[in-house]
């Protein structure tokens, strides 16, 4: 059974600082890796996603890495924002294109 | 419509009674995913709908959970008798279905259950 772990569970940085959110799966047989932004009492937006033939992939600030053979992604954002806060959530596409989740990172970035 | 559409927003109900969830994709989209995110919880697949047909319902949690799509459209979502531990926030998501490459979903804001 793929598990996808997010470490931390939260983190609170100030204002300007470049972070990095780590996401960890145990199986290594997926399709894809998708990073989620997601916003109190809204629904997820997708951030970027990483074919499993990738090991990389940048929009603007954010920078997110694959390395399928260890089970693991990390996703660098550059120059946090206050405006970046949200929960960050990780996930795994396996067979049938179904989603696992992690159980996210709540980013707080103090102005 | 430009994103998926999720009704109610908002849903609070008594044990016991029925419930109608409704997601409306992105136009064109073939495939439709609910998932549940239970308070404090990480999200759980429930159904996955390509076109009309479920290939996947692996996530149902019990029978009193059923789902369709009609039209390779709109889906709804049914909870019978409810429970208590029902209670969450449903979410409904949407992709251009398979090809070379798997395609990002698209969530909607969900619907906020709650059973009282």
């Known amino acids: 059974k793929q598990e996808v772990t997010q470490i931390p569970a939260a983190l609170s940085v100030p204002e300007g600082e470049n972070l990095v959110l780590n996401c960890s799966f145990t199986d290594s047989a997926i399709y894809n890796l998708q990073w989620f932004r997601q916003d109190p009492g809204k629904g997820l937006t997708s951030l970027l996603l990483?074919?499993?033939?990738?090991r990389e992939q940048t929009s603007g600030r954010l920078n997110a890495s694959l390395d399928k053979s260890s089970g693991r992604s990390t996703l660098y954002i550059a120059a946090s924002q206050p405006g970046d806060s949200a929960t960050y959530l990780c996930?795994?596409?396996?067979?049938?294109?179904?989603?696992?989740f992690g159980q996210g990172t709540r980013l707080t970035i103090n102005p | 419509g430009a994103g998926v559409s999720q009704s109610p927003s908002n849903k609070v109900t008594e044990k016991g009674k029925d419930v109608e969830l409704r997601c409306d994709p992105i136009?064109?989209?073939?495939?439709l995913y609910w998932y549940r995110q239970r308070l404090g919880q990480g999200l759980e697949f429930l159904i996955y709908f390509q076109g009309n047909s479920a290939p996947d319902k692996s996530g149902l949690p019990s029978d009193r959970f059923s789902a369709e799509r009609t039209g390779e459209s709109v889906s709804t979502l049914t909870i019978q008798r409810t429970q208590q531990e029902d209670s969450a926030v449903y979410l409904c998501?949407?992709?251009?279905?398979?090809?070379?490459?798997?395609?990002?979903?698209?969530f909607g804001d969900g619907t906020r259950l709650s059973i009282l």
């Open positions: 990483i074919q499993s033939s990738q």
């Open positions: 136009s064109g989209h073939t495939a």
């Open positions: 996930a795994v596409t396996m067979g049938a294109q179904k989603l696992v």
């Open positions: 998501a949407s992709s251009s279905g398979t090809g070379l490459f798997v395609q990002p979903q698209h």
